[in-house]
């Protein structure tokens, strides 16, 4: 699904390649649908007509597309992040989404070598293609590979959902609303547009579409018809799907002929809380501070003078990157840092062959969510800024870490554990 914030979800959430991805991540998460069920049916088809249809309506929907769309969907209540009727928004005890989870799980060797190994089976013969799309875009094919790998399988995914009872339900009684109605306003004039009809409109447990897993206001806004057949298919026109990625990307502003990054070596002389996109230096400056990239390998003469940004995705306890702009394409797509450089190293692994990180990944991931926002809450009150205290721990959460151990006399981990969530409580 494509565009997230630092410590949440905005457009383009909650991706798994497979299908079983969308099955397992709901297990545990399955909400007990309370005594009052036929009641929120009730107010659920209420919302629809007296509040939804107007504004759809307004939109130019017709009602025989909106009747359709609604005919027999009732709220999902096994949906994550819903708000049922009379309670607050409450930060989930664990983490479902795999790529706010462990890292070390997220970077599994199945996983890469199936996205890596199906990339290039598919990069000769869509060769011709792919180098279309990178004349007119910028874009690498390999990326558009690990994205199409990542997303979907390359297309063997199936979504198992209904999108207007997913959308529905998340506009209706959702943590995000606004976000939601306006994904569902989109997929009703996809429909209304003759872009899919209503029985095509599958999708994952977000909301994502077709192949790229575009939400519905990415597929208006960057699908394009590539095949030259007249329209926009990114179900199941290869040439649509992989062109439509590298426009999505493009419109978030992809450097052309730059990488998306390098791992490094990062001596204990520089801090862990120097990380960030908005922290970003020379990449010969970072080389002049003692940061190397790993086997002995020189930067790139081309990017030496162009700027980079320290990554650190476990702090001390992962593998580090000197990532460029293009890094944070990628999060664009997804705002997770593991799922950017998840797409940027199968990309690596797709035109040079497979090869793992040479940093490891250390013990990390193991908390609740619930204490990771405990801990931030805490860390705000001290005046640091991590963002949002949602449990989920992005790059400002991390560097606050490191900020506060460096100012109590210890050493920077720059990653929340159980030991940081006692002493801050």
Same mark, same amino acid.
Not at 123 to 134: D, F, K, Q
Not at 174 to 184: G, I, Y
């Given at each position: 699904?494509?565009?997230?914030t630092?410590?949440?979800a ?60 609604f005919?027999?969907?009732?709220p ?18 664990k983490?479902?989404?795999?790529e ?86 989109? !997929?009703? =004039?996809?429909?209304?547009? %003759?872009?899919?009809?209503?029985? $095509?409109?599958? #999708?994952?447990? &977000? ?45 978030y ?13 990062v001596?204990?002389?520089v801090?862990?809380?120097?990380e ?7 990449i010969?400056?970072?080389a ?12 790139? !003469?081309? =990017?030496?003078?162009?700027? %980079?940004?320290?990554?650190?995705? $476990?702090?001390r #306890?992962?593998? &580090? ?9 990628l ?9 950017a ?11 040079h ?22 801990l ?16 989920l ?33």
């Amino acid at each position: 699904m494509s565009g997230r914030t630092e410590g949440g979800a905005t457009e383009r959430d909650f991706r798994k390649f497979s299908l079983a991805f969308f099955l397992a991540a709901l297990v545990g998460m399955v909400l007990t649908v309370p005594t009052h069920a036929a009641p929120i049916d009730d107010q659920f088809r209420a919302w629809l007509q007296n509040d939804l249809w107007p504004e759809a309506k307004t939109k130019g929907i017709s009602k025989n597309t909106f009747d359709a769309a609604f005919d027999g969907v009732k709220p999902n209540l096994k949906l994550p992040d819903l708000v049922m009727p009379g309670e607050k928004p409450k930060t989930p005890q664990k983490q479902h989404q795999a790529e706010f989870g462990s890292p070390g799980a997220y970077f599994a060797e199945k996983t890469v070598r199936a996205v890596t190994s199906g990339g290039r089976a598919r990069e000769a013969a869509n060769a011709r293609t792919l180098a279309s799309i990178e004349k007119r875009y910028g874009v690498p094919g390999e990326i558009l590979l690990a994205i199409w790998g990542r997303e979907t399988g390359f297309g063997a995914a199936k979504m198992p959902y209904d999108a207007f009872e997913v959308l529905g339900t998340k506009a209706f009684m959702s943590t995000k609303k606004d976000f939601f109605r306006t994904e569902l306003l989109a !997929a009703l =004039e996809i429909v209304e547009r %003759g872009l899919a009809p209503v029985g $095509a409109m599958k #999708s994952s447990w &977000a909301g994502a579409l077709g192949q790229p897993q575009f939400m519905p206001t990415s597929l208006l806004k960057h699908a394009v018809d590539f095949d030259g057949d007249g329209r926009v298919d990114i179900w199941n026109s290869t040439p649509d799907v992989l062109a439509s990625i590298a426009n999505y990307l493009v419109h978030y502003g992809w450097v052309r002929g730059r990488s998306w990054g390098f791992e490094v070596m990062v001596p204990q002389s520089v801090s862990c809380s120097l990380e960030g996109p908005d922290q970003g230096k020379k990449i010969a400056q970072w080389a002049a501070m003692g940061v190397e990239r790993v086997g002995g390998k020189a930067f790139p !003469a081309s =990017e030496l003078k162009a700027e %980079g940004f320290l990554l650190m995705p $476990a702090g001390r #306890s992962g593998p &580090a990157f000197i990532a460029t702009p293009n890094f944070y394409v990628l999060k664009e797509y997804n705002t997770s840092d593991l799922y950017a450089l998840f797409i940027g190293h199968g990309a690596d692994r797709i035109a040079h062959g497979d090869q793992n990180f040479t940093g490891g990944w250390g013990p990390v991931g193991d908390l609740h969510r619930s204490d990771i926002a405990a801990l931030q809450r805490a860390l705000e009150a001290k005046g640091y800024d991590v963002g949002s205290a949602d449990g989920l721990p992005g790059f400002k959460t991390r560097r606050s870490i490191g900020r506060w151990q460096e100012k109590n006399g210890q050493a920077a981990t720059c990653f929340p554990d159980a030991g940081l969530v006692a002493a801050l409580k």
